[in-house]
């Protein structure tokens, strides 16, 4: 397997302090983490949080040996209004040293209806791109709602045209939103795939259950062996969010996260 970065979004730990979260991703092996930065839903910091809060993130992840390589920063791009709170998610990440920020196009879990056509949608990214450069990051979008598949998806960063605005594949999305299949449809925006969620999906389609990998039945090994033939070397980072439900406790959470450190080694990856 292609070598690779390979990390995990804090959100895995939604419901749980970022102090929980970082100590479980490293006690699982892993060096890489996406911090979550969405409001409303997975605060683990946000622009709002104190100096010294933020700084106490940056001393834990360095304690911990984690490298905080992304943010989860999800605002509503196609809401000309949210475009400046997503600004300062820029700001917040480069505070951290991050060189990816995460957003899917809409909201991704506020009850935000705000809907615009594709060519408003662009503009509102192109104007984005100078606090990309500012900031030092790539903008990646995540296949979500509306928009969660490779070929939507191509269709929008194609548009932008720009190297700073690229996909984040999400292998779980894609089915749950997309009704298609991960291994097949990347096919469609492999050229423009430059982050990936991995992400399992159990159950039903439309069900909420995505697992610790391996335990659904998302093909990863066919995926993983595209990109390898493809020469993309875009991150990983790992994505569990469990059913409706919710975990049970931290220890579950830890246990699906240490499980999927196993069947990434088990592949031959190194995290």
Not at 6 to 28: F, K, P, T, W
Not at 57 to 85: C, I, W, Y
Not at 122 to 137: A, C, F, M, T
């Amino acid at each position: 397997m292609m070598p690779r970065i390979i990390g995990v979004n804090s959100n895995c730990y939604h419901g749980y302090s970022i102090d929980e979260a970082l100590e479980g991703i490293a006690a699982a092996g892993f060096h890489y983490v996406e911090l979550t930065a969405t409001k409303g839903w997975t605060e683990h910091v946000f622009p709002d949080q104190s100096f010294a809060s933020l700084c106490h993130v940056q001393d834990k992840l360095k304690e911990l040996d984690l490298v905080p390589f992304a943010m989860s920063g999800h605002t509503n791009l196609m809401d000309v209004d949210r475009l400046p709170d997503f600004i300062m998610n820029m700001r917040l990440a480069h505070f951290f040293g991050c060189k990816y920020i995460v957003s899917s196009i809409g909201e991704a879990h506020l009850k935000d209806k705000a809907k615009t056509g594709n060519e408003v949608l662009v503009q509102n990214i192109k104007g984005l791109i100078p606090h990309l450069k500012e900031n030092g990051l790539m903008l990646v979008l995540e296949l979500h709602g509306e928009h969660a598949t490779g070929t939507i998806m191509n269709g929008i960063v194609t548009a932008v045209n720009s190297n700073l605005v690229k996909i984040n594949y999400d292998t779980a999305n894609c089915v749950f939103y997309g009704n298609v299949d991960a291994a097949d449809d990347i096919d469609t925006c492999m050229d423009n795939v430059a982050y990936l969620h991995i992400k399992d999906k159990a159950g039903a389609r439309d069900a909420w259950d995505f697992p610790a990998l391996g335990k659904g039945y998302v093909d990863f090994k066919t995926l993983f062996n595209k990109l390898d033939k493809a020469n993309n070397d875009a991150p990983f980072s790992l994505e569990i969010e469990f059913t409706a439900k919710g975990p049970k406790d931290l220890d579950e959470i830890n246990t699906a996260v240490k499980e999927s450190a196993v069947y990434l080694k088990n592949l031959g990856y190194k995290i």
